[in-house]
């Protein structure tokens, strides 16, 4: 009897999740293969080219990571399956199901993107239910995936080196589904650049008319989740003696977000303005690749009215067959205290 209790308490044990995720098989996607942590109790999924600390009471990733690379995206991008299916290594009990989904009116919204796969495998892997969060439809196919995907693979395409990104949402805005899987109240993604020592976050309300605001900073996005990513970034040059020796073009440690110019567009620019006005923004970099004369009269519009010198910078990404990017596109990189 005693010899069945304790096989009994094992299986239970094995079974429970916990709050201490080990990713055993899957470390090395993540900076210094340190474990993040958080006070909610969890499941550690490993995939092949991300994972997942998920919730079985919410149904829906705690917070996905992805270890990324500009050469990954060099190659033919794999198509797109759109075959979303269940967990298997999910207990049933704790599972999001197909049904759920289902005249929702929310989509399944993925955590770590299809865009950034890069094998056959990983593409069918990542539309798992365990990747998905219930999104406000608009959202998703619009502010998420313009304003914070997007603009997160173009600032890989253009690092020298790995970038982490971290996925996930938190909040309870009702839930979805016979299964009751939790609607979060808002989205973050986190992006983590180690040559550069510069980590930021973008944070969005789950709704169809969430705007866009500046990222926060990763001790803010820190205190609003309650996960301790353990990033190993360095503190920041604080003695004057030591401030001095930076050049002026050092890449500033804060916050930063794109504004996308096709043209002049007189709305956003004077939203820029009145940022620069206000005293909110410290820089601007201007990029561009061919239209020059767009990034030029942008440049000149910002130093009449406010007597900030932006930077201009000419960069293309690299050229990835089935990745398309608007080459007359100007973006201008703001640095926000």
């Keep these: ?49 991300f994972a997942i600390y998920y919730s079985p009471q919410d149904k829906k990733p705690i917070y996905t990571v992805e270890k990324l690379h500009h050469k990954q995206f060099l190659a033919p991008h794999p198509k797109r399956t759109n075959q979303f299916y269940e967990e298997a290594r999910l207990p049933f009990a704790e599972r999001a199901q197909l ?15 299809a865009g950034d796969m890069h094998t056959d495998q990983s593409m069918a892997q990542s539309f798992s239910l365990a990747n998905m969060m219930p ?11 313009k304003n914070v995907e997007e603009p997160t693979r173009q600032y890989i395409k253009r690092a020298s080196g790995d970038i982490y990104v971290y996925t996930g949402s938190v909040g309870k805005s009702g839930s979805i589904g016979s299964g009751r ?8 993604k986190l992006v983590y650049d180690p040559n550069k020592n510069l980590a930021w976050a973008y944070w969005i309300e789950n709704t169809n008319e969430a705007n866009m605001s500046p990222p926060i900073s990763y001790e803010e996005l820190v205190q609003k989740t309650g996960i301790d990513f353990h990033l190993p970034l360095k503190p ?46 410290v820089s601007i970099q201007i990029q561009f ?39 007359a596109r100007v973006t201008a990189i703001v640095r926000s205290k």
């Design 1 to 49: 009897m005693k010899a069945i209790r304790k096989v009994l308490l094992l299986a239970l044990l094995l079974t429970h999740f916990s709050a201490f995720a080990l990713f055993d098989q899957c470390k090395e996607l993540f900076p210094n293969q340190q474990i993040p942590t958080s006070h909610q109790a969890g499941r550690d999924l490993c995939f092949d080219g």
């Design 135 to 145: 999104q406000a439809r608009q959202n998703n196919q619009g502010i998420w995936s």
């Design 236 to 281: 920041q040059v604080t003695s004057a003696k030591a401030a001095d020796n930076i050049k002026p073009k050092a890449t500033p440690i804060g916050a930063w977000y794109p504004i996308f110019f096709d043209d002049e567009s007189p709305k956003k620019m004077s939203e820029l303005i009145s940022q620069i006005k206000e005293g909110k923004v």
């Design 181 to 188: 899987v939790t609607i979060p109240s808002h989205l973050f």
């Design 289 to 327: 690749d061919r239209n020059r004369d767009l990034a030029q009269k942008l440049a000149t519009q910002i130093q009449a009215q406010t007597q900030m010198q932006p930077e201009l910078s000419q960069s293309s990404p690299p050229e990835s067959p089935g990745v398309q990017y608007e080459r």
């Design 99 to 113: 049904s759920d989904y289902r005249g929702s009116g929310y989509d399944r919204g993925h955590n770590a993107p």
